[in-house]
């Protein structure tokens, strides 16, 4: 199972100001398809960081070394990060700019069922066909 950090906040602005600032380099961007890196992150944090532009958006990712540690799709008020992101969040959340909290996501039923059929495990009937089928 792994956690994730729910991130609500009513002052989109100041937390993007400083999550650009902060992820600025090695990162990159994705809004709404498109992708951004190196300066043109400085021109997002003066252009795009507005609570009107933010609300506005329909899919944000921040990623690095290709893995998403930010994310929202359909609204900023759905934004995630990774647990591994905690310092960063614990920063944000001290100087007032968010509330946060840490969810576990489930692995779904259906999920588990498959993954113990087709890795073997449950399954009594393995070995009695390994011998019928003289493998």
């Not at 890196?37 to 532009?53: F, Q, R, Y």
């Not at 995630?80 to 969810?103: D, Q, W």
């Not at 113990?116 to 003289?134: A, C």
Request: glycine content about 6%; charged content about 30%.
């Amino acid at each position: 199972m792994e956690k994730y950090i729910h991130i609500k906040t009513k002052r989109f602005s100041a937390f993007f100001e400083l999550l650009l600032s902060e992820y600025k380099i090695g990162s990159v961007i994705e809004i709404d398809n498109d992708g951004f890196s190196g300066e043109a992150i400085d021109h997002l944090m003066s252009k795009w960081c507005v609570n009107k532009n933010i609300a506005g958006t329909k899919d944000f990712k921040l990623r690095r070394r290709g893995e998403v540690l930010f994310s929202f799709h359909d609204s900023p008020m759905e934004l995630f990060a990774k647990y591994s992101e905690l310092n960063f969040v614990l920063k944000a959340y001290s100087k007032g700019i968010i509330k946060y909290k840490v969810v576990v996501k489930k692995e779904k039923f259906f999920t588990r069922i498959f993954k113990s059929i087709f890795s073997g495990r449950n399954n009594k009937n393995s070995e009695k066909e390994k011998k019928v089928l003289g493998t």
